[in-house]
């Protein structure tokens, strides 16, 4: 009996001597590598919308299929833009009858100015003789009256011709084809040909079509959204942790982990950043007095911040965006955390195939 007492006593002082130095490990590894299973994988979600309307003719995809960049993925019946594309194409080309026909003008304006300078200078000169032989009382002083109505309308006449050729040619502007009208006819008909482009809706890069709820004969409308779009090269994962477990991430930080769709496996990523803050502490104006938080409990729950991870290579094409995972950090320069953090995430990986 005796040998009993001393054997359950020696376990149990066993027990308890393992289960401090397994408490104590816990405490400090969580701060040197700590380990969370509050993970997931991540990504864009781009929606895609139209950027002009009118019945959709053809889907070229199907859902959830891969697309590249510049794959067309559904078709806008293109009829009226065509139509618009033949109205502007018009447009420019009497624009450039009318440009051509005032620069008919703006030469016959010219030479209406150089009619006008020399009519000026002929009765200019003709008052100018007058004017001298009325000083000398050898003419009449009405003659010079005369004289001087000639000369201040010829004077008017020059100007106002003038002022036609530089109406003109503000209106023709500095080189062919840069009148008003013609520039404004074009930038029309590189609006109508972009709206025709946009006729064939394209992928903005290589990624997936999902949740597809798009048919032949939908009504589409300008900048509402038709589709879902995930780029395959935007997804991370991120992991959120404990704050107090998050105080040692440094530039020397990197990370283990583990798929739950890949039990077994274990790779490589490094530290992209980590979240400035937290939806609880957001706060947002509206003219109230501040909410304040009570909790009762002698040891509230610890807050979690939100660390980003990113991979140097593709992420595995088993995962989908909400793919759960285990993430450990740890210190790259040093061996021995880095063994601990292996052990960790091996372990993980392998209760992935139980759980």
Do not use: C
Not at 157 to 175: D, E, N, R, V
Not at 264 to 281: K, T
């Amino acid at each position: 009996m005796a040998n009993t007492d001393t054997t359950f006593r020696r376990w149990m002082k066993s027990l308890i001597i393992l289960f401090l130095i397994f408490l104590g490990y816990i405490i400090v590894a969580d701060r040197h590598i700590p380990l969370t299973t509050e993970s997931r994988v991540r990504g864009y979600v781009v929606q895609i919308a139209p950027e002009v309307s009118g019945n959709i003719t053809s889907v070229e995809i199907k859902n959830n299929q891969k697309v590249t960049k510049g794959e067309v993925l559904f078709t806008i019946d293109p009829s009226k833009y065509e139509l618009a594309v033949d109205r502007a194409k018009l447009a420019l080309q009497q624009a450039k009858e009318q440009e051509t026909s005032l620069v008919a003008q703006s030469k016959a304006a010219q030479a209406n100015v150089a009619t006008s300078k020399a009519n000026y200078d002929n009765a200019h000169s003709e008052y100018n003789r007058i004017n001298q032989l009325a000083a000398k009382k050898l003419v009449s002083i009405s003659m010079r009256d005369s004289a001087l109505t000639k000369d201040r309308s010829s004077l008017s006449t020059l100007h106002a011709a003038q002022q036609q050729l530089l109406s003109i040619q503000a209106k023709l502007g500095k080189k062919p084809d840069e009148s008003t009208m013609v520039m404004s006819a074009k930038n029309a008909l590189e609006q109508a040909e972009l709206d025709l482009a946009h006729t064939k809706i394209t992928a903005p890069s290589d990624g997936v079509i999902t949740n597809l709820q798009l048919d032949v004969g939908t009504m589409a409308s300008a900048n509402h959204p038709m589709l879902t779009f995930i780029p395959t090269n935007s997804m991370w994962v991120s992991a959120d942790f404990r704050e107090k477990s998050t105080a040692l991430i440094n530039k020397d930080s990197v990370a283990y982990v583990a798929y739950d769709a890949l039990p077994g496996q274990v790779f490589n990523f490094h530290i992209a950043n980590r979240d400035f803050g937290v939806a609880a502490a957001q706060e947002t104006p509206n003219g109230q007095l501040s909410a304040v938080e009570v909790n009762n409990r002698w040891v509230r729950d610890a807050q979690r911040v939100r660390v980003n991870l990113n991979s140097d290579t593709p992420l595995p094409k088993q995962l989908f965006i909400g793919s759960r995972a285990t993430v450990v950090i740890y210190p790259d320069n040093n061996p021995i955390w880095q063994t601990l953090a292996s052990l960790q995430i091996h372990l993980a990986s392998w209760l992935h195939y139980i759980y």
